[in-house]
């Protein structure tokens, strides 16, 4: 598996990524997402982020309790992450965009 | 126990450098070991093994904050949905939707399920701190409940940043001054908590436990430490029943109870000029032994009414009659007991041993009288409670029961039944020692008649007669006839 896989489904990405404040870690949590999205699923994804510091009340809808998480909330089922994203192989297996050999 | 509790004031809120400030839980009990409630603004653990009451003890440390302390509280469940908890302890009497409604208790399960979630790279638990901060600030909650942050440990693999975050979490709800509960379930080889959270949680650690003997259940409670402060160190039992939770702090009593002089009437005509011409110490307690069919319930009953009639409240344990069996027998011998239960004045609680366990038993006998404050206890009989424990554990609960009782000043009756077999001057509890009167009924047969004596064997305090007395029974009531009943008395062992 060289070239990057595109998802099997044509349908849009929906990621939502939970941050408390511009801290450090969500600064990079940000960035490495991007990143990846960009290399990865261009053109097909949505990114929403989310303050918590700013809405509280919607950490539990999502059940969040660490931060940074990633949440993909399309494709079906819901996934999560969490962490900085620092570990891009980690990210792709987390959310499925493409199965490690 | 309202009385204890008003003596109490609630400690949370305003300033007080000297001591440690305590917050009541308002658990019946709790407040006493703990001489005032959890301290304030920090965290308590409460450890104990799968079905303990843990979850329990912290929902009633809310709904109690909520209801007697006007202090609103916050349950975070990491086990439980919202709707679960309330369903599970609403069987125990606690409804939380009325609460819920009139903010003073928020519920938010914060689940964590492992296989969903993958990790990577650097993280915080900031997510679970703006969920407390929310719930807290919603209400302006005052109390904390984490059940259980173990939780944690299963659904995340890097538990180093889940102690630094642990650590962060105590210290953040000190400086919020939340008092707070966690749970943690009691890991093997008598661990208190799985995943050592006992090394975060510093001031106050309580244990629970629950043990099976003989096939009963008994739940018992210890503080394991208090920091700053002396606290009950003694396994206590505790109960939980539709009334909630009650910790039994009866071993904490010693003998230091006062010793009212007044007498009380024993309802038997004629016995009380066997006993110093006065009748019973107030506040005493009275043993009534003797075989089957001599007549203990009868003396007990006519010492029920008599008290009933002088207006006084009496509470009485039937080990192996219902309520009605009893008022319809004691219509026999001219008794209306119904009357005094109709007037409040007299309950009857009948209640197998093998019911409950022993510590239990206490409990419920412990839970009724705080309820009920009786002037007199009846317990007839005492000897059922030897098939539940043995000889060492049922003295030992016997004697506290009467620490409990005597510190109240209430008149204690017991009955025991004693075999034909025996030397009927071993009662088979082996509790006499303890007790102040010793009342032995006997059967004697003479010319064709069995008649009923009663002696009195001892009774502390005053003199008593050393006749044996005949004892009538008729439609009329229990009689003591004059002069002794001394013709033709059998040898003690057939």
Not at chain 1, 71 to 88: A, C, M, Q
Not at chain 2, 304 to 325: H, I, K, T, W
Not at chain 2, 328 to 356: C, D
Request: hydrophobic content about 40%.
């Amino acid at each position: 598996m060289s070239a990057p896989a595109p998802p099997d489904s044509p349908e849009r990405w929906q990621l939502r990524l939970y941050v408390a404040g511009q801290t450090p870690k969500c600064l990079i949590a940000f960035a490495n997402l991007k990143r990846i999205c960009e290399e990865y699923l261009t053109g097909q994804y949505d990114i929403e982020l989310i303050d918590l510091l700013q809405t509280p009340a919607l950490a539990q809808g999502d059940q969040i309790f660490a931060i940074p998480t990633l949440v993909r909330k399309l494709p079906e089922p819901v996934r999560k992450i969490i962490g900085d994203l620092s570990n891009t192989e980690r990210v792709l297996v987390g959310l499925d965009i493409r199965r490690l050999p | 126990m309202p009385r204890a509790r008003a003596s109490k004031p609630a400690s949370s809120g305003g300033s007080a450098v000297s001591g440690l400030k305590k917050v009541p839980t308002g658990i019946t009990g709790l407040d006493e070991i703990t001489l005032g409630g959890l301290p304030f603004g920090r965290t308590t653990l409460v450890a104990g093994g799968p079905g303990c009451g843990k979850t329990l003890l912290g929902m009633e440390f809310l709904v109690q904050g909520a209801q007697q302390f006007n202090e609103p509280g916050a349950f975070i469940a990491f086990e439980e949905t919202a709707q679960e908890l309330s369903e599970n302890v609403h069987a125990l009497g606690y409804a939380l939707e009325p609460l819920v409604k009139s903010k003073k208790l928020v519920l938010d399960h914060v689940r964590i399920e492992r296989s969903e979630i993958q990790e990577t790279g650097d993280y915080d638990l900031e997510g679970l701190f703006v969920r407390l901060a929310h719930a807290i600030d919603s209400i302006g909650a005052k109390r904390l409940v984490l059940d259980t942050l173990e939780v944690l440990f299963a659904g995340l693999k890097d538990h180093g940043i889940l102690r630094a975050e642990l650590r962060r979490l105590f210290r953040w709800l000190k400086d919020r001054q939340i008092t707070a509960i966690v749970t943690a379930e009691s890991g093997p080889d008598g661990k208190l908590s799985r995943h050592g959270i006992e090394e975060y949680v510093s001031d106050c650690v309580i244990a629970l436990d629950h043990r099976i003997s003989q096939q009963i259940s008994t739940r018992r409670l210890r503080i394991v430490k208090y920091r700053g402060s002396s606290h009950g160190a003694n396994e206590y039992p505790f109960l939980i029943d539709d009334g909630g939770l009650v910790v039994f702090p009866i071993t904490s009593l010693g003998l230091d109870y006062g010793a009212p002089s007044g007498h009380l009437a024993s309802g038997v005509t004629g016995l009380d000029a066997a006993l110093d011409g006065r009748g019973f110490f107030r506040g005493s307690s009275v043993l009534v032994t003797g075989t089957a069919g001599t007549g203990k319930t009868s003396v007990a009953a006519q010492f029920v009414n008599a008290a009933c009639a002088r207006g006084e409240r009496c509470l009485y344990f039937a080990m192996e009659e219902s309520p009605d069996q009893i008022v319809r027998n004691m219509r026999s011998i001219g008794l209306n007991l119904e009357r005094w239960r109709k007037r409040g004045l007299l309950q009857v609680h009948s209640a197998r041993p093998t019911l409950h366990g022993l510590e239990s038993h206490l409990a419920t006998v412990y839970r009724a009288v705080s309820l009920f404050d009786p002037h007199i206890v009846v317990m007839d009989p005492l000897t059922g409670f030897s098939s539940v424990g043995s000889d060492r554990e049922v003295t030992a609960v016997i004697t506290r029961l009467l620490d409990f009782l005597k510190a109240k000043q209430i008149t204690a009756l017991f009955t025991t039944l004693v075999s034909t077999q025996s030397d009927p001057e071993h009662s088979e509890v082996g509790v006499s020692s303890w007790m102040d009167t010793w009342l032995l009924l006997r059967t004697l047969e003479s010319e064709g008649l069995r008649r009923r004596a009663l002696y009195v064997i001892k009774s502390r305090g005053m003199s008593h007669s050393d006749r044996i007395h005949e004892l009538q029974f008729s439609s009329r009531g229990l009689r003591i006839l004059p002069g002794s009943a001394t013709r033709a008395l059998p040898p003690v062992r057939a």
